[in-house]
């Protein structure tokens, strides 16, 4: 049960950085794609509605963390606080940002673009935390900074790579001019690999299954887990089969 558990833990950071690694990818490059009013329109309609659906991995990579291995989640969020406050503070910033950009226009996309960038920095931090030798406390800044600015680099390539398939107009100009013209779709999958494999490497050195909860809760949450997931899976790839087409201008009222 605690290899299943971890299993699942993983799966869903997996899931989360892949999908939700693209809208914040989208976010950090809002400036450069979207370099008006219209322009910025379209490159918020490119996050509606994966970002809502992409953000469910992350909430249930959470409850997976704290449900099956307590004791490792008090102890990584108290070491780690320094570097989660990023974290949780960009992923606010950048949904109050998408929310309010419609009655705000101007502060709602300063506020996308600064909670992404938020986002990306403080996920690369914890990174490079993981990989330490000393995994609940911050990497010092020596290893830090480097980290948290090639995995911010990620991001923007993987958001970059996400605009050039979801965009239209000159927004998806300049991403697919920036993703080599017709490397997209290539680029988008290369980086999708790395995305999802980067969470996994960085907890695959925690020690999971020895400070997994008791057997009774686990043989209480694994199964449920393990129903959920496809429903997951489905809900998700429905979400992109109805809404998955390339953003239009006129998709722009949703934000």
């Known amino acids: 049960m605690e290899l299943t558990a971890a299993l699942l833990l993983g799966l869903f950071f997996a899931g989360y950085f892949l999908l939700g690694g693209a809208d914040i990818g989208l976010g950090m490059l809002l400036p450069y794609l979207g370099r008006d009013r219209a322009e910025r329109d379209l490159v918020a309609a490119g996050f509606w509605p994966m970002f809502l659906a992409n953000e469910v991995w992350l909430v249930a990579a959470a409850g997976v963390f704290i449900g099956c291995f307590p004791h490792l989640e008090g102890e990584l969020f108290s070491g780690l606080l320094l570097v989660l406050v990023p974290v949780i503070a960009g992923w606010m910033i950048r949904d109050a940002g998408i929310w309010w950009r419609r009655q705000v226009p101007s502060a709602g996309d300063a506020l996308i673009f600064v909670g992404s960038w938020l986002l990306a920095?403080?996920?690369?931090?914890a990174v490079a935390s993981l990989l330490s030798e000393h995994h609940d406390a911050p990497a010092p800044f020596a290893v830090g900074a480097?980290?948290?600015?090639?995995?911010?680099?990620?991001?923007?390539?993987?958001?970059?790579?996400?605009?050039?398939l979801r965009l239209t107009g000159r927004p998806f100009?300049?991403?697919?001019m920036m993703a080599g013209h017709r490397a997209g779709g290539n680029s988008f999958a290369l980086t999708s690999v790395v995305m999802a494999a980067m969470p996994v490497l960085a907890g695959a050195g925690l020690p999971l299954t020895e400070h997994a909860a008791g057997e009774e809760s686990l043989r209480l949450l694994v199964p449920v887990l393990i129903a959920?997931?496809?429903?997951l899976i489905a809900a998700q790839a429905w979400l992109w089969r109805t809404f998955g087409g390339r953003a239009e201008p006129t998709d722009r009222a949703y934000f």
């Open 146 to 164: 480097p980290t948290a600015a090639a995995v911010a680099l990620l991001f923007m390539t993987h958001g970059m790579g996400y605009a050039a």
């Open 173 to 176: 100009q300049r991403a697919r």
């Open 228 to 231: 959920v997931l496809p429903l």
């Open 121 to 125: 920095l403080g996920w690369g931090w």
